[in-house]
Every structure is written in structure tokens, then in C-alpha cells.
């Protein structure tokens, strides 16, 4: 339990200023840093000055129920009568959607995806919820394309260990984060595999898949320089225009730069603003023709989509890949209310629920990268713009009103106390080779904190600050 009855504690201006000192200079030495959209400059991430207290039981599920996720999203990338399902319900209106599942059918309608290696690096988002059993963790969403923020949680995790060294009590009950460790982990294994199996004595390079105008390239930088410093393994950073004009493919591989790819690790292309003209999309399809390993392949990208969270909920949808029981008891716990908007009976139904009591859902569409859900008065406004066809590609999902805490947060040197919610995310790990399951590891988390009174985090939208939990 928090031995402080106020937490945090009520600072002394001399105590806020030592504090504030030692996390800022903590930030600066150990590139805890962003890019500031709006001037360019580099400044320190915006943190939060103490870890935020979460459930140890509930933060425990989460990591517990990990790799029985990450072989759910697996399967379901392999599960190709699923996906063209699925997929069906949202193409016809939504442009973006159809793109990508054109990629998708022309890589697996003529068998060009010969690639066998799946790497996985995913993160799985909840928020608390307060139930006659306490806490209990309800999942946000999948991310199985660009989770980001893997190595400023590492750091922001020693950046609280360092800043409340005197405070054992913080320190014994601050879990360490090691995503920092566990995406090069996974990006590199599949490197090696890579290697073995298609190059003789060529080297191959791991590529990074990024937006021209990238806030967060330190975190992505984290990576490349421990794909480097620990593995030896060299990586590149193009955006899909540069892909676009200087990729091409020689005896299937990818080669840019005169360098065999080995990896594709996307931190871009999950968002329509990534695909300007055609270029960006035919850049897309050559590296999914390839035989670079994809992270994420174009399925595994798909399985990520809300559609799919949706239809997972369903009855006996998770059985068909969770045949343990106990597993899939334990995975659908932490399911909300997900509600189709379609023509059906329940669509229907869910689309008459969402008008009478907006302020109870979300309504999201498909898409990624924060700031296009809608809340509250906002749900109706737009459901009621929409025709039949265009609903069916938004899904609705039960508002969670996780516990309101205190933190506080700091930006730019500065600080403010808030009152504050969170989203905890936990990183995952996935490597196989056809049957062959050669990683499956939780790896690491993410605790973003947000002021109550905002729907939506993100640490891109100057919304969330980072923080790390404190176990109760
Ligand atoms: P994205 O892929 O854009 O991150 P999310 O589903 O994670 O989409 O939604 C973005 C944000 O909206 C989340 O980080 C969270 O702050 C808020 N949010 C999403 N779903 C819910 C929900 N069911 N209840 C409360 N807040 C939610
Ligand atoms: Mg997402
Ligand atoms: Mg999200």
C-alpha cells in the first residue's frame, strides 16, 4: 500500500526544484527527448515527476495474459478465410481500408508471400476498471503495427528510479521495463534467421520504416543504436517515398542502398497521411513481395484493425484460437462491450444504444495513431452524417472510466499537478518460422497519464506524459 496519505506528496518549492533538476538533467543526459511539432526544437519528453500507482494484481494479468496474445494475433494473421471475412465489412467506402487489403489479396491471390518468418512486435493497451473485484485491466485495443514509445518507457522508468532514490519504498515496488531490450532482441533474431536462411556471405541491413516528419526518432533511435551496440547489426531509416525511389528488388530480396534488407520494422504506413500519392503504396507492395521479414507483415497489420477487436469479442470467436480454457477465460476477461454498426440486429441495436446514451461509448473507425475517436454529443453529430455503408466501418466500444489520481506532470522543465487517468500497455514479442515458435515474450510496458478531463491520451498530441507504474 502508499505509505503517503497524499500521493504524491505535497513538495517544499526547495524539494519540487531538487526533483525537477535531477529528472530534467536525467532526461537530457539519457535522450528521454521528442522532437516539438510545432518549432523543431528538441526538448525532453514530457514525463510525469513520480510513477503513477496501478494494481499490481491487474498490472500482473496483463503481463500474464501476453504470449496467449501474442499467439491469438498470430493465428489470426494466418487465418485467411478470417481476414477476407472481416476484411469485406469495412472496404466499399473506407478508401484507406481498401487499399490495404488490396496489398493484401495481391500478395496471398498469387502466392508472392513466400516469407514464412513471422516477427511480431505488438503492444496490447488497457485501462482499469473498478468491478466488484477490485481493479481489473480492460484492453483499450491490439497495436500490431508501429508501437512506439519502447524505449522512452525504459527510460522513464530509470528516470524514476534515479529521481526517488531515497525512497525505497517507490524503488522496491517500481517494476523494471525492459522494452528497451526486447524489441532488438526480436528484431535481431529475426535478422539472424533471416540470414541463415537466404544470404550466403552477403550482409543485409535491418530497415526502419519512418514519417519524413518524425517527433519521436529518439525512441526510434534507441533501437537502432542497441541493434548496433549489441548485436552489430546495422539499420537504415527511409520514409515510403524514399523506399519508393531508391528500393527495388533483385533474386526477391529488397535491396536499397546496394543493401540486402533482412528486416522491415514499420514505424510509419499505418495512417493515410503516410501514403500521399501512389508511390508510397507501390513502395508498400514491393516490400511485401519481398523476402524481407515484415514487422508487420500486411496480415498481421490487418489482424490490428478495430473491426477485428470487435469481432474477437463475439461468442465463440476466441475459442477457434484459444483452445485452453483457462487461457481463454483469462483473455476475455478483459474485453469491454464491442459493438458492430452494421445492418444487423445487433448493429442495429448498438447504433440505437450509441444515439440514446452517447456519453456511456467511443465510437471509433479504423484507424491508428490517437485523435480519431469520437465521445459524448460528438457520437450522435457523426453517427448521423453517416450512411448505412460508411457506419459499418466504425465499431462502437464501452466507455472506461478508469480510477482519477494525482500526478505531476512535467513539460518543458515545468510542472503541474493534475488530476490524472492512465493507460497501461505492455509490449510483446513474437518470432516463428512456419510451426516453429522461436520467440513468445511479454516485453516490457508503457504507462501513459493523461489529465482526466481529456478523452484521448498520446504523447504526440501533447496530451499523455510518460510515467511508469508504482505496483499497490
Ligand atoms: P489508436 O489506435 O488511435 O491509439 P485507441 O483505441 O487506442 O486508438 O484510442 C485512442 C485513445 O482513446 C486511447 O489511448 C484512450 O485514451 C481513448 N480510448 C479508446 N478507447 C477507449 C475506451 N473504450 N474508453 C475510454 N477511453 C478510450
Ligand atoms: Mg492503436
Ligand atoms: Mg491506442
Known amino acids: 500500500m502508499l505509505k503517503q496519505e497524499i500521493y504524491p506528496p505535497t513538495l517544499s518549492i526547495l524539494e519540487e526544484k531538487n526533483l525537477i533538476t535531477d529528472a530534467v538533467d536525467f532526461a537530457l543526459d539519457h535522450g528521454l527527448l521528442i522532437k516539438q511539432k510545432d518549432t523543431g526544437n528538441i526538448i525532453h519528453a514530457p514525463f510525469s515527476l513520480f510513477p503513477s500507482p496501478v494494481s499490481r494484481q491487474a498490472f500482473q494479468n496483463t503481463v500474464d495474459i501476453h504470449t496467449t496474445l501474442n499467439k491469438l494475433f498470430f493465428k489470426l494473421s494466418r487465418d485467411d478465410i478470417f481476414i477476407r471475412k472481416v476484411m469485406k465489412s469495412v472496404i466499399g467506402v473506407d478508401n484507406f481500408m481498401e487499399k490495404l487489403f488490396n496489398i493484401y ?159 522491415v520494422y514499420f514505424r510509419a504506413g499505418y495512417c493515410p497521411n503516410d501514403y500521399p500519392t501512389e508511390d508510397e503504396w507501390t513502395a508498400r507492395l514491393m516490400m511485401e513481395k519481398s523476402s524481407a521479414v515484415k514487422s508487420p507483415d500486411i496480415a498481421y497489420h490487418l489482424v490490428g484493425l478495430k473491426k477485428f477487436q470487435q469481432i474477437l469479442s463475439c461468442p465463440n470467436i476466441l475459442k477457434k484460437y484459444l483452445t485452453d480454457p483457462l487461457e481463454l477465460e483469462k483473455v476475455r476477461k478483459t474485453f469491454t462491450g464491442l459493438y458492430p454498426l452494421d445492418e444487423s440486429e445487433e448493429g442495429l441495436a448498438a447504433y440505437e444504444m450509441a444515439l440514446n446514451h452517447p456519453e456511456k461509448y467511443v465510437l471509433k473507425p479504423q484507424r491508428e495513431g490517437g485523435g480519431n475517436n469520437f465521445y459524448g454529443n460528438d457520437i450522435p453529430l457523426v453517427l448521423n452524417k453517416l450512411s448505412a455503408a460508411e457506419r459499418r466501418c466504425f465499431i462502437l466500444m464501452d466507455l472506461i472510466t478508469p480510477p482519477t489520481l494525482q500526478n505531476l506532470m512535467v513539460r518543458e522543465g515545468k510542472i503541474s499537478r493534475q488530476d490524472v487517468q492512465s493507460e497501461l500497455g505492455i509490449f510483446g514479442v513474437w518470432l516463428s518460422d512456419g510451426e516453429e515458435v522461436l520467440i513468445n515474450e511479454e516485453c516490457g510496458h508503457l504507462l501513459r497519464t493523461k489529465k482526466s478531463t481529456s478523452t484521448e491520451g498520446g504523447v504526440s498530441k501533447g496530451i499523455s506524459v510518460i510515467d511508469s507504474p508504482y505496483l499497490v
Not at 476498471?129 to 522508468?157: A, M, R, Y
Not at 524489441?183 to 514519417?211: C, D, T, W
Request: with cysteine; net charge negative.
Open 105 to 263: 489479396t495481391t500478395v496471398f491471390d498469387h502466392d508472392t508471400n513466400t516469407q514464412t518468418i513471422s516477427l511480431g512486435l505488438n503492444r496490447s493497451d488497457y485501462m482499469l476498471h473498478s468491478s466488484e473485484n477490485g481493479l481489473v485491466p480492460l484492453q483499450v485495443e491490439f497495436n500490431t503495427i508501429s508501437c512506439g514509445l519502447v524505449t522512452l518507457s525504459s527510460k522513464v522508468t530509470e528516470l524514476h528510479q534515479f529521481v526517488h532514490k531515497n525512497d525505497e519504498e517507490i524503488l522496491k515496488n517500481l517494476p523494471t521495463c525492459n522494452s528497451i531490450e526486447g524489441v532488438p532482441k526480436g528484431i535481431s533474431a529475426a535478422h539472424r534467421l533471416f540470414n541463415s536462411k537466404y544470404l550466403k556471405n552477403e550482409e543485409s541491413v535491418v530497415l526502419m520504416v519512418v514519417q519524413p516528419n518524425e517527433w519521436n526518432m529518439f525512441d526510434q533511435r534507441g533501437i537502432e543504436f542497441k541493434l548496433l551496440n549489441k548485436y552489430g547489426i546495422k539499420m537504415m531509416r527511409k520514409s515510403l517515398t524514399e523506399i519508393f525511389n531508391e528500393g527495388k528488388i533483385a533474386d526477391g530480396n529488397l535491396v536499397i542502398d546496394n543493401k540486402i534488407i533482412s528486416v
